[in-house]
């Protein structure tokens, strides 16, 4: 899932990108540096972003004898990925990689001018850090810091990530019609795209309103809809976003759950551009028909939830 993030922020972002590289816990990708800052503002489940140095293996650093670090004084940050490379020293790794940098610059454990952040995991990799992701702001936006808020909400970092891989751009509309207490339109609005919210609840409408007023986003439409008029209130939308109602305390207006699946399934290709994607968020896999299912990845929440994180294109 962070993969596939790193994908749609780079290609809603940029004119042209390539995956070079990936393995656990890191993704090289090759694109123009004039991007950096609007694909760090957007990502979410990737913690920093910088300039490649290499990737080494533990008994042969050598390499980094030829590489030339940004004026100033520097530090190395290492960082085992869940637990790999268990057998490596990395203080002397740290050590070694230290020395050879240290030939044109100084360190500075405290303060340094430039962080070099190791990864180790598959192999050793180096990267200069540039960006780092803002998650005290995501947990600023968490649904017990709201208003008016739901337990069952996803977190900030997920309806984040849910938009990233839909891939849509900065000013495009993205529509969700079960908007809830309104987590994922609040990061489109955030993240600088025209939000769109429906839902059946007018109580929702007005939480959702309220939150947003609460962090001072503007919703750029939204109504009281059944989901079956989506496509007729909202035609022609960018993009739709979307975590549908789940679980006992879900209201339903008596409607059984796998049913309104079935509904949305039948309108959403109809509201949504040909071409373009939609994130739709469920407890189970679902298929669509007329829209291409490209990626669904499991997220075990509890014992009875799993959510599946659907990306279709229509």
């Known amino acids: 899932m962070p993969l596939a993030e790193v994908k749609g922020c780079l290609a809603a972002e940029t004119d042209h990108f390539e995956i070079v590289s990936n393995g656990p816990g890191y993704v090289v990708a090759s694109f123009d540096e004039k991007y950096l800052d609007s694909v760090a ?84 990799h180096l990267y200069i850090e540039e960006k780092v992701t803002e998650t005290d702001l995501l947990e600023k936006r968490k649904v017990g810091e709201r208003p008016f808020f739901s337990p069952i909400s996803l977190h900030p970092k997920y309806a984040r990530a849910l938009i990233n891989m839909a891939e849509v751009k900065r000013g495009e509309t993205v529509l969700d019609p079960f908007c809830g207490t309104g987590g994922i339109v609040i990061e489109a609005a955030e993240m600088g795209m025209k939000a769109v919210a429906s839902d059946f609840d007018e109580d929702m409408i007005i939480g959702c309103q309220e939150n947003l007023d609460f962090y001072g986003l503007k919703m750029h439409d939204f109504d009281v809809l059944d989901i079956g ?9 960018d993009s739709i976003c979307t975590d549908p109602p789940y679980g006992r305390s879900t209201k339903t207006g008596g409607e059984k759950i796998d049913e309104i699946y079935r509904r949305a399934g ?12 939609a994130g739709i968020v469920l407890p189970h896999p679902l298929q669509i028909e007329g829209m291409t299912l490209q990626n669904m990845f499991e997220q075990r929440v509890h014992g009875s939830l799993t959510r599946h994180y659907h990306i279709f294109q229509n």
């Open 41 to 124: 503002d957007r990502i979410a489940m990737s913690h920093s972003i910088g300039r490649y140095l290499g990737e080494y293996t533990p008994d042969d650093i050598s390499g980094l004898s030829d590489v030339i670090l940004p004026e100033g004084s520097f530090a190395i940050r290492a960082k085992r990925f869940e637990g790999m490379m268990k057998d490596v020293d990395s203080q002397k790794l740290i050590r070694s990689a230290g020395a050879l940098l240290s030939r044109k610059n100084d360190v500075n454990l405290k303060d340094p001018d430039v962080i070099v952040r190791m990864q180790m995991c598959d192999k050793v």
């Open 229 to 237: 008029e989506i496509a007729e209130r909202f035609p022609e939308m």
């Open 266 to 277: 039948e309108v959403i290709p109809k509201c949504l551009k040909k071409g373009h994607k």
